[in-house]
């Protein structure tokens, strides 16, 4: 399967190794909805089961974007990555799979990752004023937007 | 190339547009008995017809990925049982299993087939509670009383097992803390024997009855495209009639030694996961009783060690929670802590296929649909 995605994508298909049995596939940002299509059509992966990220602050590009794929027709799993830099934009693939529109939201609230050509790229969890995205490494625990819980909550601290 | 949008199926809309001429928004919840906790729903209406809506959640969020990332992998699994907390034997299943695979450990039979036991006895209690609250929602003020009554037997159960009833903590990463108590082989079975006519019952009640019937029918329909378009798992997803059930598809715990069946719908309408859930739960008492009639003996817990240290790496493993696949994709950098925890919730995605869901039915219908989804807001928010 990682051949025919080689075969199809050529260089931006970065990496593909098996953890524990899984199978995972890391491919540049910009390619990621071209991929995801391919995935979908070709290769069956027909439902998107999650999409999430993970925050690496020491890596060039801290950000991984993290999709997990599944797939009826052959009862199979795939876990597409693809590393992004602070700021920089992912493309969307809300058009892949619409289930997507939620999660993204959530990508967003959480790790302040832009999806480009989602159409309605808002907080999810927090209130939309709220400032800072707490699962950043760098967002401490114990952290909050102050001002807004002083303003919305009328309370001194949120601690 | 977009087929599902060729279909007239546009990605889920959200937000909700500013209201034509003779069109109205009007807002349920928070605070709204029907929404099963605080979902608030915005829908904008064309008479009585809904042609929007937008759902807004958030009001029980606790961080709880965050949270993970600052405990031990073991300190984490208590915490797993507050999102879905009428399921949570579960929540806790799926998270122990997760970190096994991540250690590379796997459970004793012993401990897989109490698990097995205890899972299946939390899936017919969730779909009790779903059961009482769906039809009192709808009018139907009876089958609660029955249905909490019996989910009694097995909190009573679980009580006795692990002294909660609710965020039982149940499992340990490994296997069990807890052998199983005296007796506990002959509550179950006790429970399943009684527990054999009462869906029955239930059924008296509902099934053939023209309020809940017209009530149910037609309502809420999501096709099978649209279901797995949208990641909608679980019931919703097998009364649009995909006969996929994580149990049978990537068997976890000891569910490949036991003969079950997997219910399957054909309308996608709330009728049918109605119906559904119902088999589903003659199903467990099934698997319950084929489990406790051989509980293999031995010991209960792997070989982990005290402080777990899992090798760099990752790993997603989820299963067949009585909502949908819950989910959990744990990153490990070879520290006592996780470097990530992320839960795949199934409340949360099943709910973003209510907007498809609720288009061009009337506000009456809204509290059947989000009854029919079955979602617990301590999960969609987490």
Known sequence: ?159 | MDETRSEGMAPPSVELAVPGADEIVINMGPQHPSTHGVLRVKLRLDGERIDGSECIIGYLHRGVEKIAEHRSYQQFAPYVDRMDYVAAVSNGLGYCEAVEKLLGAEAPPRARVVRTILTELQRIASHLLWLGTHALDIGALTPIFYCLREREEILKIFEKYCGARLTTHAFRIGGLQYETYDGFEHDVKRFCDDFGTKVDEYEQLLTGNRIWVGRCKGVGVLTAKQAIALGVTGPPLRASGVKWDLRKAMPYAAYDRYDFIIPTGTNGDTYDRYLVRMEEMRQSRRICLQAVENIPTGPIMAKVGKVLKPPPGEVYHSIEAPKGEIGYYVVSDGTTQPYRVRVRPPSFINLQAFDTMVRGHLVADVVAIIGTLDIVLGEVDR
Not at chain 1, 34 to 56: G, H, I, Q, Y
Not at chain 1, 63 to 92: H, I, M, T
Not at chain 1, 112 to 137: A, S
Not at chain 1, 152 to 157: F, K
């Open chain 1, 1 to 159: 399967m990682v051949k025919r995605f080689r075969d199809r994508f050529g260089e931006a298909v970065r990496e593909a190794w098996l953890d524990r049995k899984q199978s995972i596939l890391v491919v540049d940002a910009a390619k990621l909805r071209a991929v995801c299509e391919f995935a979908r059509d070709s290769e069956k992966f027909d439902m998107l089961v999650d999409l999430t990220a993970v925050d690496w602050p020491k890596r060039e590009k801290r950000f991984e974007v993290v999709l997990q794929l599944y797939s009826f027709a052959k009862n199979e799993r795939l876990r597409v990555k693809a590393q992004v830099a602070d700021g920089e934009p992912v493309p969307s693939v809300i058009f892949v799979w619409p289930a997507a529109g939620w999660l993204e939201r959530e990508c967003f609230d959480m790790f302040g990752i832009r999806f480009d050509g989602h159409p309605g790229l808002k907080r999810i969890l927090l209130p939309d004023e709220w400032q800072g995205h707490p699962l950043r490494k760098d967002y401490d625990i114990l952290q909050q937007d102050e001002a807004w819980v002083r303003e919305n909550m009328g309370i001194e601290s949120g601690q």
